[in-house]
């Protein structure tokens, strides 16, 4: 009997799961590295809506001249709340790069920053203090979109 017949049919069998077994594990890795990005990209932009949802809210209150003092500072807690962005922010840490997270906390504070000023009486649209404390706020969301594109490849 001739084993070389043989051993090049096995071979060749082998040889050729093989090589379907590695194209399935580089398949399976590429769609999950598809996916999840998807989920970045998504939470990503909740968490953009949920930080322009809450600082629409903020400048809302600020610029409520007919409120008082104790109106304008529930209405500043209360943007917070109607926002989301709590809820955004924690998700986001979960799946984000360190730089994105970092991102996140700066510009997350710097709306909190705005919103303490307002809730504390010195937080109407012209005061000098609010206008720096929303310049800071700015800065710091352009940042944060830019760690976001570059985490996805944008």
Request: hydrophobic share 40%; charged share 25%; with cysteine.
């Amino acid at each position: 009997m001739n084993w070389i017949p043989l051993l090049s049919t096995a071979f060749g069998a082998v040889i050729g799961v093989a090589a379907t077994l590695l194209a399935d594990r580089m398949r399976a890795r590429s769609n999950r590295q598809e996916e999840d990005q998807a989920l970045r990209r998504q939470l990503y932009g909740d968490y953009l809506a949920a930080l322009s949802l809450t600082r629409h809210n903020l400048r809302t209150s600020s610029r409520s001249s007919s409120a008082s003092p104790e109106e304008r500072a529930r209405m500043a807690l209360d943007s917070f709340k109607e926002g989301g962005v709590y809820q955004a922010r924690y998700q986001v840490s979960l799946v984000a790069h360190e730089r994105v997270v970092e991102a996140s906390t700066s510009a997350f504070n710097a709306l909190r920053s705005l919103r303490d000023l307002v809730e504390a009486g010195g937080g109407s649209h012209g005061d000098p203090r609010y206008r720096a404390a929303q310049d800071e706020w700015a800065a710091c969301f352009t940042t944060l979109r830019q760690s976001m594109r570059r985490d996805l490849g944008n």
